[in-house]
Nanobody
Framework: VQLQASGGGLVQAGGSLRLSCAASGRTLSGYGLGWFRQAPGKEREFVAAIRWSGGATVYADSVKGRFTISRDNAKNTVYLQMNSLEPEDTAVYYC???????????????????WGQGTLVTVSS
């Protein structure tokens, strides 16, 4: 699975951005797709994930109510709509694919076998 993330940029606090992650190489049926982020000097952390089949989602507590993950089956693309952005959301955002889809495990870095390149999100105060 090849993953290509895009949509990052500079936005003021309170603003919105939508990240996209286009997948190719195989069907995503049975996969989970997730977003992680890594701020300077910090470890990579889970943001949100979605089961490709059925669309069940899971979110980190820090983004619940502000971020929404979704997918477009026809385009083989997963999105992360980010609203009410805060300076603390500044990070490089990565999309990833997990071949074994157990919803409760999609928050774990170790569940993911495929990673895209990151896209930088900068939120100014």
């Amino acid at each position: 699975v090849q993953l290509q993330a895009s949509g990052g940029g500079l936005v003021q606090a309170g603003g919105s951005l939508r990240l996209s992650c286009a997948a190719s190489g195989r069907t995503l049926s049975g996969y989970g797709l997730g977003w992680f982020r890594q701020a300077p000097g910090k470890e990579r952390e889970f943001v949100a994930a979605i089961r490709w089949s059925g669309g069940a989602t899971v979110y980190a507590d820090s983004v619940k109510g502000r971020f929404t993950i979704s997918r477009d089956n026809a385009k083989n693309t997963v999105y992360l709509q980010m609203n009410s952005l805060e300076p603390e959301d500044t990070a490089v955002y990565y999309c990833a694919a997990a071949p074994r889809v157990i919803l409760s495990s999609l928050g774990l870095l170790s569940s993911y076998a495929y990673w895209g390149q990151g896209t930088l999100v900068t939120v100014s105060s």
